[in-house]
Every structure is written in structure tokens, then in C-alpha cells.
């Protein structure tokens, strides 16, 4: 059965993740800032959250730095630039891929690693982990899915 991306749904704890990243993200001064958000929302919920809290990754401050009001002001995304969006819309890609009949935590995660890059892993090394690791941690079932992509 064919989905348009736009049709496919989410699992509960995608929803969750991605509801409360849309009333925290986009109060980040900066991507390192919002890929923290991401993280901290993402231990929270679903298969992700399960191998977050196994890694050892609990609940902890926003570790981004304070920086001057015009470095903030250059790191800010340009007005209009809905990132949730854009890892809502890469995470259905991602769900479309593996042929998921909704989106899931997974798909989530896999989209901040193409949305953030970078960003995303030293949010991940900041608290104690690494993109390896944590897909290491994943159900077999969901790396096999992942691995066929």
C-alpha cells in the first residue's frame, strides 16, 4: 500500500517527541542548542528513549554555554525556518524507507542525525554517549529495517 509522506502518521511517542520539540526548539540560541532540546526530549519516549536511559543518559541542564546577544543572534535560525518540520518531514522519509506504517522514534533520531549531523553527536557525547552506540542499542528488528535502507 502506497503512502504519500504527507499521509503517513506518527506512534504515539513520535507525536510526543515531536510536540514537545516544537514548545523547546525553537527557544534554542543556536543548532547545538537545539540538537540539546532534541536529546533531552528524545530520552523520554519510545524505542530511542529506551536505549538513551540504558546508555546512561539522564535528564541534565542544557549544557550550551551563554554566549553574547550578537553571536546569538548570528547562530539563530532565519525566521521562518520551521526545523521541526523539516525532522518531522525527514523522519516520514525515513519511515516511508523501511515501509513503517507510521513514523516512530527511530525514524525521528534518524532524521536529527541528517537534519543537526554534527551537532546532533556532540549533544549525544555531552552526555556521555555516541551515535554508535546508541544505534548499538537499538532492537535488532530496527537495525535490520535501518540497515536495509
Same mark, same amino acid.
Given at each position: ?10 506512534? /504515539? !511517542? =513520535? ?21 540539546? $532540546? ?7 519516549? #519510545? ?11 539522564? /535528564? ?19 525566521? #521562518? /525556518? ?6 518531522? !518531514? @525527514? ?6 524507507? $523501511? ?7 527511530? !525514524?525521528?533520531?534518524? =532524521? ?8 546532533? !553527536? ?10 554508535? @552506540? ?16
Amino acid at each position: 500500500m502506497e503512502h504519500s509522506t504527507s499521509q503517513l502518521g506518527l506512534s /504515539e !511517542d =513520535a507525536a510526543i517527541v515531536l510536540a514537545l520539540a516544537d514548545t523547546a526548539v525553537p527557544f534554542a540560541v543556536s543548532p547545538e542548542d537545539e540538537a540539546e $532540546r532534541w536529546v533531552r526530549v528524545l530520552r523520554l519516549h #519510545g524505542i530511542v528513549g529506551t536505549a538513551l536511559q540504558s546508555l546512561g543518559v539522564g /535528564e541534565a541542564p542544557l549544557e550550551t554555554a551563554a554566549q553574547p546577544a550578537s553571536v546569538r543572534l548570528l547562530r539563530r535560525r532565519p525566521l #521562518g /525556518e520551521d526545523v521541526v518540520q523539516m525532522v518531522t !518531514d @525527514e523522519a516520514r522519509n525515513f519511515a516511508l524507507a $523501511r515501509s513503517a506504517s507510521a513514523v516512530a522514534t527511530v !525514524d525521528v533520531l534518524f =532524521a536529527l542525525f541528517v537534519v543537526y549531523g554534527k551537532p546532533f !553527536d556532540r549533544a549525544l557525547y555531552v552526555r556521555g554517549t555516541t551515535r554508535e @552506540e546508541l544505534i548499538e542499542r537499538l532492537p535488532a528488528e530496527v537495525q535490520a529495517a535501518v540497515a536495509a535502507d
